[in-house]
């Protein structure tokens, strides 16, 4: 916590003097703030968390630094979120499951989610280049905005965006998600047809098997999965192809 304190202290000279400080409600817009659920009393901390360090004059800001602010804070939400939901789960349970929530991928899909990409502020060659839909790009201006948040307001704030953003992405080391009851239901909808999952192979000696499992829905492979039972490697193929077809939506947004 003193180290957050230290940070927060270091950061607040990230607010840009009256000269240099962009447009601020070009990029902070009010309905990205209904959103997040949190209005900014200094705008322009937004605007720096939605500028790439293309589009930024030197003189100016970028969102380097609140990037790196806000993945600290990231990380200490999602432990205390995953603390208080699940009492009894142990380090490493909390461990994995919180890496798999904070991470490059997943923050990209939050951020498009959300409509950070087209709010970004970027630089003639990165919009050429696509850099709206860059994964890279995504992650970081959301971790941007949260480092922003948590200059802005405090931590506290900082962990109810973040709660408020992700409590229905976390399944928990103890209450594991269905995935293939989330794949049944999106495959109906989306395609008119049911996952196919195929036992492809079995390795290792009886007491430590591993099954790889392999899903299809309409004839299109999305996915494999592996597990120490029939039934969690069909979980990991679910889950495999419920990460692409997000990934698509995403993409196709």
């Known amino acids: ?40 009393r200094a705008p322009a901390l937004l605007a720096t968390a939605l500028t790439h360090p293309s589009a930024a004059p030197p003189t100016e800001p970028n969102y380097e630094r609140l990037e790196f602010l806000g993945d600290a804070v990231l990380d200490l939400a999602i432990a205390d979120l995953l603390m208080r939901r699940f009492p009894e789960a142990k380090e490493g349970a909390l461990s994995k499951e919180r890496a798999s929530i904070v991470n490059g991928r997943t923050l990209a899909i939050k951020a498009a989610e959300i409509g950070l990409g087209a709010r970004l502020r970027l630089g003639k060659g990165e919009e050429k280049s696509g850099g709206r839909d860059k994964t890279s790009i995504l992650a970081a201006s959301f971790e941007a905005v949260i480092g922003a948040i948590f ?61 790889t499992t392999r899903i299809r829905i309409g004839g299109r492979d999305l996915g494999v999965g592996e597990g120490g039972s029939k039934k969690q490697s069909e979980q990991a193929a679910a889950r495999a192809a419920l990460d692409l077809l997000t990934q698509e939506r995403v993409g196709n947004a």
Do not use: C
């Open 151 to 211: 200059t802005d307001g405090g931590l506290a704030p900082a962990q109810r965006v973040v709660e408020r953003l992700f409590a229905s992405d976390i399944g928990g080391p103890a209450a594991e998600r269905d995935y293939k009851t989330e794949l049944q239901e999106i495959a109906y909808r989306q395609f008119r047809s049911q996952p196919v999952y195929e036992l492809v192979a079995t390795q290792g000696p009886d007491h430590a098997k591993r099954f």
């Open 1 to 40: 916590m003193r180290a957050l304190k230290w940070l927060a202290g270091l950061f607040r000279n990230l607010k840009p003097r009256e000269s240099e400080r962009p447009r601020a409600r070009d990029y902070a817009a009010a309905d990205l703030e209904r959103t997040l659920g949190y209005v900014f």
